[in-house]
């Protein structure tokens, strides 16, 4: 019941502060990582093997919440509301791609389908568990109602 609760408190507190901790906080966060792969290098230090998949895992992670609590708590295009799991990953899919090829003009960087699939991945463990957040949400508020 406890876990129940605090997602119906997150929920009610994100949406209620959706500009300030959702759109505006994406928009930034966006920004970044396209700057950050805008950045020409010429080698990049890696402390562990596979480190620049976890970068990738963990950016796309982080970005692919952001992206689905924008469309779903947006209100002004119900379907994006109501499929933002599907809207969520087409946008994620496409952007790390997009972002891929970007990285092929910059010098130091290459494209790389490895980095395009942690993106992917990355992106759906977030709109899993922005799925969950939101559905639990949701039910909770169904059921307070009732």
Known sequence: ??????VNRLYDFL???KVFLIYIPLAIYWSLIFIATSIPI???????KFQDKVEHFT??????????????FQEKYITLKKRFFFFSLLILIFYGAID???????PGRIADIYDWLA????GS??????????MLGQKNKLQNIS
């Open 1 to 6: 019941m406890q876990l129940n609760t605090f």
């Open 15 to 17: 949406n209620n502060r």
């Open 42 to 48: 010429d080698e990049i230090p890696h402390v562990f």
């Open 59 to 72: 950016a796309y992670f982080l970005l692919a919440i952001l992206i689905s609590f924008t469309l779903h």
């Open 100 to 106: 891929e090829i970007h990285q092929m003009f910059i």
């Open 119 to 122: 993106d992917v991945i990355g």
């Open 125 to 134: 463990f977030g709109i899993v568990l922005s799925y969950f957040v939101i």
